[in-house]
């Protein structure tokens, strides 16, 4: 059984960064995406990044996109959002998903999610 567990959000100023780390277990050795998605209140959950396990290609939403940097630990089954530059906007519920066969920046194609992790960003 695949499980997800995301950690590392807080509450952090304007311009600062924070590491996240989503902890996977039960995932076979295979060719997947493994995807970071947030949540604002009141608004839908949209994706920010996504990397394929084996081939290394990483996405970002262009929101993101040199900010944010997906990597990942094969050995320690974990994957990190390394969220520099952050601004009040970033504000949400970060959500670690996985794995998707198909695509990576549609939540539904994938079919395990964490609990999420609350990142507040203070101007």
């Known amino acids: 059984q695949v499980q997800l567990v995301e950690s590392g959000g807080g509450l952090v100023q304007a311009g600062g960064s924070l590491r996240l780390s989503c902890a996977a277990s039960g995932l076979t050795f295979s060719n997947y995406n493994m995807g970071w998605f947030r949540q604002a209140l009141g608004k839908e959950r949209e994706f920010v990044a996504a990397i394929t396990w084996l081939g290394r290609s990483t996405y970002y939403a262009d929101s993101v996109k040199g900010r944010f940097t997906i990597s990942r630990d094969s050995a320690k089954n974990t994957v990190f959002l390394q969220m520099n530059s952050l601004k009040p906007e970033d504000t949400a519920a970060y959500y670690c998903?996985?794995?998707?066969?198909?695509?990576?920046?549609?939540?539904?194609?994938?079919?395990?999610w964490g609990q999420g992790t609350q990142v507040t960003v203070s101007s």
């Open positions: 998903a996985g794995p998707s066969y198909r695509g990576y920046d549609d939540p539904r194609s994938y079919s395990k």
